[in-house]
């Protein structure tokens, strides 16, 4: 699957930002699917998931009650809602799909088999 992530931007700390991630593939609806991270100098990290059977979600300690993951089959797109934005959430993110990991409770880059490219997402102070 052929994923594009779009919605990234500058952004005051404390506004908000959706992000967007569209796919191709008639089989998006079989897919768990995801969000990641990375700010300059650190490793990937998983921010956001969604299970493909019941929509179970699953979040990063720090973005728990700010961003909210979705995701619309019919228009094959993945969504990432971030609100009360703080500085320390700037980074690129990128959309992740064919979720192949054993447990939600600790995700790596290494689980997901397709990437987008990544969208800047920069919160001020």
């Known amino acids: 699957v052929q994923l594009q992530a779009s919605g990234g931007g500058l952004v005051q700390a404390g506004g908000s930002l959706r992000l967007s991630c569209t796919a191709s593939g008639r089989t998006f609806s079989t897919y768990s699917l995801g969000w990641f991270r990375q700010a300059p100098g650190k490793e990937r990290e998983f921010v956001a998931g969604?299970?493909?059977?019941?929509?179970?979600?699953y979040y990063q300690d720090s973005v728990k009650g700010r961003f909210t993951i979705s995701r619309d089959n019919a228009k094959n797109t993945l969504y990432l809602q971030m609100n009360s934005l703080k500085p320390e959430d700037t980074a690129v993110y990128y959309c992740?799909?064919?979720?192949?990991?054993?447990?939600?409770?600790?995700?790596?880059?290494?689980?997901?088999?397709?990437w987008g490219r990544g969208t800047q997402v920069t919160v001020s102070s």
């Open positions: 969604i299970n493909w059977i019941i929509a179970n979600t």
């Open positions: 992740a799909a064919e979720f192949k990991g054993t447990s939600w409770s600790r995700v790596s880059p290494a689980d997901f088999g397709s």
